[in-house]
């Protein structure tokens, strides 16, 4: 198993930039999909952007491409997300989360295959 512990949320004016990091910990020699969450009150969770942890492909979500960038580190157990242009609707609680997964390159997109969480943390954009 592996754990997860998110840093970097915080307050930010609209177009401003945050980046997020997962620090990854445990069992990080087995085969993860990594996977970027978010909610905000009133909506359900929704995946913001996937890597896999070994294989390095990618997935973003449509609402956060061309802005927001996720990459990792496996030499530091690092995962990061980087966002730029932030808007109003990108404030929520974004979680990290680590998902078993068979094939170093596969990406899971759908947060029921995800065992492993950190608590989340705040990102608001103001205006």
């Known amino acids: 198993q592996v754990q997860l512990v998110e840093s970097g949320g915080g307050l930010v004016q609209a177009g401003g930039s945050l980046t997020l990091s997962c620090e990854v910990s445990g069992r990080t020699d087995k085969n993860y999909a990594m996977g970027w969450f978010r909610q905000s009150p009133g909506k359900e969770r929704e995946v913001v952007a996937v890597?896999?942890?070994?294989?390095?492909?990618?997935y973003h979500a449509d609402v956060v491409k061309g802005r927001f960038t996720v990459s990792r580190d496996t030499a530091k157990g690092m995962v990061s997300l980087q966002m730029n242009s932030l808007e109003l609707d990108d404030t929520a609680i974004y979680c990290c989360?680590?998902?078993?997964?068979?094939?170093?390159?596969?990406?899971?997109?759908?947060?029921?295959?995800?065992?492993?969480w950190g608590q989340g943390t705040q990102v608001t954009v103001s205006s």
């Open positions: 890597i896999a942890w070994s294989g390095g492909t990618t």
């Open positions: 989360a680590a998902a078993s997964i068979s094939h170093r390159a596969e990406l899971v997109l759908g947060p029921k295959r995800y065992s492993y």
